[in-house]
């Protein structure tokens, strides 16, 4: 589906197909919809992330809420998204071992009792050993860096997402 394909989706359609480019948060997808026509793909992906600039504080963290712990309970109940599957699988978060997973396990409740938000990374960008190390290191920021953080790793998400639902812009 090109950009321009996706301009003339009706809203149904448009939040069916895009509605979880972010994580469980089909609202910012419903709410770019009344942005369209997008001139390109990334002016559909900057309306996707100035909406989640704008947001205050409470909606940020409220974002990354929305996702699943790495290695956590969705996924060894086998209730994650498509996507997230696909993005802690194909990250080796289904294939770690036992003192792995329980150090991610306690690192992740070390984490989300800080912050009062869960530790989120773009997972396809980096293998189980990687994962380890950010959330380790992670722990010790500080709120307001950790929520930027997460962020910024939530848009990452979402551009990898668009890119396998959208084609890219042409190179003029
Ligand atoms: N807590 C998380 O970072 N979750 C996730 N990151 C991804 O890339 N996919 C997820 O489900």
């Known amino acids: 589906m090109d950009i321009a394909a996706v301009n003339a989706l009706p809203y149904e359609d448009f939040v069916d197909v895009l509605g979880n480019v972010v994580e ?3 609202i910012i997808t419903a709410a770019v ?6 001139l390109s793909l990334a002016a559909l992906e900057a309306a996707i992330s100035e909406f989640i600039d704008a ?3 409470s909606g940020k963290e409220g974002i990354l809420r929305c996702h699943p712990d790495l290695a956590g309970r969705d996924l060894q109940s086998g209730s994650l998204t498509r996507e997230s599957h696909e993005e802690q ?3 080796g978060m289904g294939a ?3 003192e792995e997973a ?5 690192l992740n409740q070390e984490y989300k009792e800080r912050f009062e938000f869960p530790f ?16 380790f290191a992670r722990c010790q920021n500080e709120r307001a860096v950790e929520r930027a953080r997460g962020i910024e790793e939530v848009k990452k998400i979402c551009h990898l997402r668009l890119q396998s639902l959208v084609l890219p812009d042409n190179r003029l």
Do not use: T, Y
């Open 24 to 26: 469980k948060c089909p």
């Open 33 to 38: 919809w009344s942005g369209r026509p997008f």
């Open 55 to 57: 947001l205050p504080e």
């Open 89 to 91: 699988a194909g990250s």
């Open 96 to 98: 770690l071992n036992s």
């Open 102 to 106: 329980s150090l991610m396990a306690r």
């Open 120 to 135: 989120v990374i773009c997972a396809r960008m980096h293998d189980k050993e990687n994962i380890l190390r950010q959330l």
